[in-house]
């Protein structure tokens, strides 16, 4: 009896020899599978992916940076203050696009330098300098500062917004908020291009459509003139507005880079846009107020559009078949909604240019050349 309790004892360990070493085995030929599966990848704010490798049951994790693009652009911006007398009436930010052999030259919101009897930067290094605004649009919110080289850090790259895609990395360098938080960096992603965002220029009614790119990098009041810049360091576009409502975040808008540069020459001369005029007195369609003051009735069946309120005398209009009334619901191919867009897709034409407007009359649609002429406003 006990020969054979022996006997099956040493079955028993034979056995569990054989199916310890097994196990071992099949564990030993497939870690590194089980590695790669359980590996942890990080993410990071920049343009190059993050990587993970299995070896000997480690996982080495690659991680990205901004900080060197940061670096690149950081000592061409700088912050903008405004002055009104002695006061400072408000701040924003400006970066340098490029030098000469005397001066260096920034780009700007007009809102950020618009009244101001005197203009000062901050340079990164904390160092406060005279500015010179010599040319700025309302309409473009652009403007350009002129300091002397010497004061001058650094110059930002200018880079291609065309050329971005919609959710590349971008950042923002800017003074948020004034002094206290000078030289933030914010990043996210490029959410939208040519957006059309309609906003006020010459009063309390949005008169005026904006063409921009939109980010949800953070931008708050301050960051208007700052750049925007791709994940290479490149300024792609010009921070200047965003959405500001109780439910919304994160919805900042920039001037595209290319639309500012095709108007530089003319403000670093210090020249006025030349803009030109249909000749028309304009309510919009919506404005059933006006409409009525100026005994204007339209059919229920129109919702957009825009309605010849009068015609200026000696313009391009007055020599076409437009009358007071008419509902002009094209300017050339491109559709008219209201008051802002007529005026947008009309400054993308020179004086002396013959357009077609399409307008509706007495229920009826019809149209008519009209050659432009200066505006005097």
């Known amino acids: 009896m006990k020969d054979k309790n022996k006997l099956n004892f040493i079955i028993y360990l034979f056995v569990a020899f054989i199916v310890g070493g097994l196990v071992m085995y099949f564990i030993s030929i ?8 359980t590996g942890i ?5 920049s343009s190059s992916s993050n990587t993970c490798r299995a070896c000997s049951g480690t996982v080495v994790v690659k991680e990205g940076s901004l900080s060197a693009s940061v670096e690149k652009a950081y000592d061409a911006v700088m912050m903008v203050r405004n002055y009104k007398g002695s006061s400072i009436a408000s701040t924003g930010s400006a970066f340098v696009y490029k030098t000469d052999s005397k001066y260096a030259y920034m780009l700007t919101n007009h809102h950020v330098v618009d009244g101001a009897t ?4 901050i340079r990164s290094d904390d160092e406060e300098i005279d500015g010179t605004v010599l040319g700025s649009d309302e309409y473009l919110d652009l403007a350009v500062i002129r300091i002397d080289k010497k004061d001058s850090i650094d110059v930002a790259s200018i880079g291609n917004s065309e050329k971005s895609k919609l959710g590349d990395i971008v950042f923002t360098i800017g003074s948020p908020l004034g002094y206290e938080y000078r030289g933030t960096v914010t990043d996210g992603i490029l959410s939208g291009k040519d957006r059309e965002v309609t906003v006020s220029v010459s009063g309390n009614s949005s008169d005026w459509v904006m063409k921009v790119l939109q980010t949800n990098a953070a931008v708050n009041p301050g960051n208007s003139g700052g750049p925007l810049l791709n994940a290479s360091g490149e300024v792609i576009g010009i921070i200047s507005l965003k959405l500001v409502q109780t439910e919304v975040e994160n919805m900042g808008f920039a001037i595209p880079i290319e639309y500012a540069m095709s108007h530089i020459e003319s403000l670093e001369k210090g020249k006025a846009i030349v803009r030109p005029m249909l000749g028309i007195s304009m309510i919009n369609v919506s404005d059933t107020y006006s409409l009525y003051r100026n005994g204007i009735i339209l059919g229920d069946e ?7 309120a009068d015609i200026t005398s000696n313009s391009g209009a007055s020599k076409s078949d437009l009358k007071k009334g008419d509902v002009i619901l094209k300017l050339n191919d491109e559709e008219i909604k209201n008051i802002a ?4 897709e009309l400054y993308k034409y020179n004086v002396g240019d013959t357009i077609t407007i399409t307008y509706m009359r007495d229920n009826k649609v019809k149209t008519a050349k009209v050659t432009l002429t200066e505006s005097k406003d």
């Open 30 to 37: 497939n870690t590194g599978a089980f590695a790669s599966l």
């Open 41 to 45: 990848t990080g993410n990071s704010s």
């Open 118 to 121: 005197k203009i000062t930067l």
């Open 302 to 308: 129109i919702d957009e559009g825009v309605v010849v």
């Open 341 to 344: 867009y007529l005026r947008y």
